[in-house]
C-alpha cells in the first residue's frame, strides 16, 4: 500500500513548523543580556520560516482533514514538539501532572478525530 503523501505531508510540514515556532516563541529563554527588541526581531525572523509550512501544511492537509482535525492535530504536535524541546534544550523536567495534562488534551484529540458519537 502506497502512502497517501497529502494525509501525512501536513503531519510532518506541522511538526517542522512547530520546531520553528517554539524556538521562536521559547529559544530566548536561554538568551541574557541581549535588548528585548532584538529578541523580538529574531524571533519574528524564526516565525517567518513557521508560516512557510504552516499555512500550506494546512492547505495541503485540507483535502483530508476537517479544520478541526487539523487544529487538534496542530496542538498535538505542538505539546510533543515542546515537551522535547523544554526538555532538551530548556533543561526542564516533565513531571506526572505534565503527562496527565497531555493525556488529557490526547483523550480530546482521540474524541475530535473518531467522528460523531
Known amino acids: 500500500m502506497t502512502p497517501n503523501w497529502t494525509a501525512i505531508a501536513p503531519i510532518l510540514m506541522l511538526v517542522a513548523s ?10 530566548h529563554l536561554k538568551v541574557d543580556n ?7 526581531l529574531a524571533s519574528w525572523g524564526i516565525a ?15 483535502q483530508v482533514y ?10 498535538v ?6 515537551a ?4 532538551t534544550y530548556l533543561g526542564e523536567k516533565l513531571t506526572i501532572n505534565h503527562a496527565a495534562g497531555f493525556a488529557f488534551i490526547a483523550l480530546g484529540a482521540w474524541f475530535v478525530f473518531r467522528g460523531p458519537l
Open 18 to 27: 512547530n520546531v520553528f515556532m517554539t524556538f521562536a516563541w521559547y529559544g
Open 66 to 75: 476537517s479544520a478541526a482535525e487539523l487544529k487538534t492535530m496542530q496542538e
Open 34 to 40: 541581549r535588548p528585548l527588541w532584538l529578541l523580538v
Open 48 to 62: 517567518f520560516f513557521e508560516y512557510w509550512l504552516a499555512v500550506p501544511a494546512n492547505r495541503i492537509g485540507r
Open 77 to 82: 504536535i505542538t505539546l510533543g514538539v515542546f
Open 84 to 87: 522535547v524541546f523544554s526538555v
